[in-house]
């Protein structure tokens, strides 16, 4: 068994990024850090697509972006693997605990046995630390878990190889080489992830990503009431609520860690705009729990008048102004050298 130690986050991929690269010894990062650099902040309306019968919302880039961008802005070499057979997936996986490396992988969490039932619905795309093996039991470090706990094989590989949207395939991955880490590296790879985060929250083209998409959700939300009827778009605004604040964060909480990140970024890039802008994504995040707040209230029934719909959107627009205004700024930024 590995020296691993466990560390609790907020979100599941920053603590796999996080706890892996502490293992290997980059004792610097921290789960806003990590956010940061590997660009997580995101907002995307997948059109035509459904989960859990609900509008398909993200509040992050892609799974395994931010573990792949911090590792390359840092100069860690990665090794990532996706089995069609569940035999070499586990083959694999006890190789790598016999050398007692700790590895990330992606998981479903519907058939967690340790996720309280609340939790448990069809979403492909948990990730957790494998660090050991006793008693023929896995040894799992869960970022967002207090404590570490176990699994069977039996149970880790039904967990690896759940089906639906987004399946992991066995999917394993983790730092393969690390060498020391220079300052101008850190800053350079915060400079990178600020850009890309511009990019993707400012200049995707199509109505449905970034800031646009924000706007786009909340132009649907008035329409669900007449469209949908009061139940059923009841129900679409509890699933964007479990999307926000029970997905790993989701919106408010992924504002908060970036604002977080900037401010660790102002202090390593010694630069004040950086703390200012820091500010108008916590406002972000307040905005988000405001909006969670309100869809809760249309959900569970105390409130369904098309004004409480309304006011729902105009939280959203002026959730998408502030987003907007904030990443404008940061693409402004003169960074030294």
Known sequence: MSNFIHNQTAHCENGVTVSLLKYHGVDFITEPLAFGLGSGLFYIHIPFLKVNNGPAISF???????????????GVKVERKKF?????????????????????????????????????????AHNLIVFGKENDRYLISDPVMEETTTLSPEELEKVRFAKGALAPKGHIYYPKSVSEIQMETLQQGIIKGIKRNCRDMLYIPGGVAGVKGINHTAKKIRGWREKLGDR?????????????????????????????????????????????ISEKMTKA??????????????????????????????LLNEISQVEKDAFLELSKIKFKG
């Not at 992050?60 to 840092?74: D, E, V």
């Not at 006890?94 to 309280?116: A, N, R, S, T, W």
Request: net charge negative; hydrophobic share 35%.
């Open 60 to 74: 992050r880039t892609m799974p395994g972006a931010i573990f792949n961008r911090t590792c390359k802005s840092l």
């Open 232 to 276: 059923q778009a009841a129900l679409y605004l509890g699933q964007i609520v479990r999307m926000q604040e029970e997905i790993g964060t989701g919106g408010g909480g992924f504002r908060f860690i970036y604002a977080a990140f900037l401010e660790e970024a102002s202090e390593i890039m010694a630069n004040d705009q950086l703390l200012k």
């Open 285 to 314: 995040g307040d905005l988000w729990r405001d909006s969670a707040l309100q869809m809760s209230g249309i959900y569970k029934g105390r409130l369904n008048t098309q004004k409480d719909y309304d006011d729902c959107a105009d």
């Open 84 to 124: 069609r057979s569940k035999e070499a997936a586990q083959n694999f996986l006890d190789l790598k605990v016999e050398e007692g490396v700790p590895v990330g992988c992606q998981v479903g969490v519907f058939h967690l046995p340790y996720f309280p039932k609340e939790y448990r619905f069809h979403f492909n």
